[in-house]
C-alpha cells in the first residue's frame, strides 16, 4: 500500500479498503519500531536459516539450539528455536526407513550377551558393529561397515568396500585395533554370515573381545549403530544422488569427520563424541 500510495498516488483510504485493513492499523505499522526483543529474534532467526542451509537441512530444533547456543555462547530453549523454525517453515528430514536383510546361514553363533544394556562408564567397553548398503549410479552398490563405542557414540572404526565380505568386517576389527591396541570390550553385532565365519572367530580368540549376537529379527538389539545408520543416512546420504564409488566414499568421510567432532548432543552434555571421549 505504502508503494502504491508513493508511486501511484492512490489515496491510503481506499487502498484500506481495498485491503480490508484499517487506518489506523496501516499508520501504526508505519510508524512502528521494532524492541530490542524482536530484532534479537531476527537476528537469531538469520542465524538459524543460514546454519540450516549449511547443514542440508539436517537439522530439527534440538541440533539447532544445541549448535547455535554453543556457536552464539547463549542459552535460549528449545521452544524458542521450535517456534523460528516453525514460522520459517523449516523441518529436519524424515529418516527412511532401514531395508531388511535375508538371513545368512550361521556356524559360530553366540547369545545376546548384552541384552540391550548399552550403559558404559568408560570408553572401550562396549562396542556394537553392523555393515550397512548404499547405493550409487546405476543400481551399483557400496558396503559400509563400522564399529561404534556406545560409551560416547563415537564412530572407533570404519571401511567402505565394494563388497560385502569377511574382509569388509575383519579390516574393521583390525583398524579399531590400531588405534585401541589391548582393549577386551563386548562386541555387539547381528548374526550376519561374517560375524558366524571361523575367520571372525579367529579374530575374536586373537583379540580376546566378547562376542554378543543380536537376536533374530531384533534389530534394537543392536540400537546404536541401528541409530547411527539411521542418523548418517538422513543427515547425508539421502540428501545427494551419487554417480560413483568415490562420491560416497567421499561423503561417508566427511560426514563420520562432522559426527565425531562437531555433531553436539544433549546426552552427551552439549558435546561431540569425541570431546565427551577426550573427557574420559
Not at 48 to 63: A, E, N, P
Not at 232 to 240: F, G, I, M, Q, R
Amino acid at each position: 500500500m505504502q508503494e502504491l500510495n508513493k508511486e501511484k498516488g492512490y489515496e491510503i483510504t481506499k487502498l484500506c479498503a481495498l485491503a480490508g485493513v484499517a487506518r489506523s492499523a496501516y499508520y501504526k505499522w508505519l510508524h512502528w519500531t521494532p524492541s530490542a526483543r524482536e530484532l534479537e529474534i531476527h537476528a537469531l532467526a538469520k542465524e538459524v536459516k543460514l546454519r540450516y542451509d549449511k547443514r542440508k537441512g539436517i537439522l530439527g530444533y534440538r541440533q539447532m539450539r544445541t549448535q547455535l547456543n554453543r556457536k552464539l555462547k547463549k542459552t535460549y530453549n528449545k521452544k524458542r528455536y521450535y517456534r523460528i523454525m516453525r514460522a520459517l517453515e523449516l523441518k529436519a528430514v524424515i529418516r527412511k526407513k532401514r531395508p531388511h536383510y535375508v538371513k545368512a546361514s550361521e556356524i559360530h553363533v553366540v547369545e545376546n550377551v548384552m541384552n540391550r544394556n548399552f550403559d558404559a562408564n568408560t570408553p572401550n567397553i562396549k562396542w556394537c558393529t553392523d555393515v550397512t548398503e548404499l547405493k550409487y549410479g546405476n543400481g551399483r552398490k557400496a558396503y559400509l561397515s563400522a564399529i561404534i563405542d556406545v560409551y560416547d557414540n563415537s564412530i572407533v572404526s570404519w571401511v567402505l568396500s565394494h563388497s560385502n565380505n569377511n574382509k569388509l568386517v575383519m579390516d574393521t576389527l583390525k583398524k579399531a585395533y590400531k588405534k585401541n591396541s589391548g582393549v577386551t570390550p563386548l562386541l555387539q553385532s547381528d548374526r550376519g554370515f561374517q560375524y558366524t565365519s571361523h575367520e571372525y572367530h579367529r579374530f575374536h580368540v586373537k583379540y580376546g573381545f566378547m562376542k554378543s549376537m543380536s537376536r533374530v529379527s531384533r534389530c534394537l538389539d543392536n540400537q546404536p549403530i541401528e541409530r547411527f545408520w539411521g542418523t548418517y543416512k538422513s543427515e547425508s546420504y539421502y540428501l545427494t544422488k551419487f554417480h560413483t564409488y568415490e562420491d560416497v566414499l567421499k561423503d561417508v568421510s566427511e560426514y563420520i569427520r562432522y559426527y565425531n567432532n562437531y555433531r553436539y548432543t544433549e546426552c552427551l552434555d552439549g558435546l561431540s563424541p569425541n570431546e565427551y571421549r577426550r573427557t574420559a
